[in-house]
């Protein structure tokens, strides 16, 4: 596949990835409350992740072996992964999948920030006022009061825990992506951390214990789909990137605003206009901090 997407084309596509991204995190939850672990769903994902990349390695004959150097940062993006992915999906088994995507998306902020605190790049006034508004809408679509803070965290603490700690994994492998691995086909590296994480969570979680499969059809529905959604995600995602200019892709930005939709469809989740407010602006706050990048 070759050539550029007219720019409307490829901002629609990427809304539909995102979508799918979202409706992963759908599925996810559905597993979760029909009986399916944390550790199940992540390994699932992950091992049919990196079958489906390997394959496509394959078909596109890019070859599987890795630098010397770059064997042990893989190994430690791999191991990230692994964190962030388990992380994400316990916030999402806690508390409302959209809000535990929206916090994640402070993951970008961290990025910059780590760049700043070793040296990568030079700290930027401009970048300040787009974190500060992510902050505001973030605190807006969860709910946070000061005359409540301490109810509200009993609520929610635990789930914005994990998908924070999720959002820092993260950061943490855009840094190594940024670095050590920069210089490796995004297909092969994206492999590889998949393949690791499958590894990791599939032994662990195995000797533990904890890969617990759901009870009924419906979690069993939603164990599979979680897959097909990544799956077809990041196949359209490979396809379509080198085919749109990057200012583009902050339409992957809708992923949160989409889940908000679907959980409320599919879930009956509600939030107040406020909270939806605070997520238009927790997403775009990110969007601008993307575009000023660039």
């Known amino acids: ?3 550029k997407l007219p720019p409307r084309l490829g901002i629609v596509i990427l809304v539909v990835v995102a979508s799918c991204f979202a409706a992963n995190h759908l599925s996810a939850r559905i ?5 399916a672990s944390v550790a199940a769903a992540v390994a699932v994902r992950a091992s049919a992740t990196a079958l489906f990349l390997v394959l496509l390695l394959r078909i596109k004959n890019i ?3 890795l630098p010397a150097g770059a064997r042990g940062w893989a190994l430690l993006a791999g191991v990230l992964i692994a964190v962030q992915s388990y992380c994400l999906y316990s916030a999402v088994a806690l508390i409302p999948p959209a809000l535990a995507l929206l916090v994640f998306q402070t993951s970008p902020m961290l990025y910059v920030l780590m760049t700043w605190a070793f040296g990568k790049q030079p700290p930027r006034a401009s970048a300040l006022p787009a974190m500060l508004l992510a902050l505001v809408g973030l605190a807006l679509a969860l709910d946070i009061r000061t005359d409540q803070l ?4 009993d609520e929610i603490g635990a789930g914005v ?3 924070f700690a999720s959002g820092v994994s993260m950061a943490l492998v855009y840094f190594i992506n940024a670095g050590p691995l920069a210089g490796l086909d995004a297909r092969l590296r994206t492999f590889v951390m998949t393949a690791v994480t499958a590894a990791i969570v599939v032994v662990v979680a195995g000797v533990a214990g904890a890969l617990r499969l759901p009870g009924d059809g419906a979690g069993a529905a939603g164990l599979v789909s979680l897959t097909i959604f990544y799956c077809v ?3 359209s995602l490979f396809a379509v990137l080198p085919r749109v200019p990057p200012a583009s892709t902050a339409a992957l930005n809708f992923e949160p605003i989409a889940l908000l939709g679907l959980s409320f469809v599919v879930l009956d989740q509600r939030v107040s206009a406020l909270q939806l407010a605070g997520a238009f602006l927790t997403v775009g706050a990110i969007a601008w901090l993307g575009a000023l990048k660039r």
């Open 1 to 3: 596949m070759s050539g």
């Open 31 to 35: 597993a979760f409350n029909h009986g």
């Open 63 to 65: 070859p599987i072996g």
């Open 150 to 153: 301490a109810a509200r965290w």
């Open 161 to 163: 825990s994990w998908a």
């Open 233 to 235: 995600a990041m196949i």
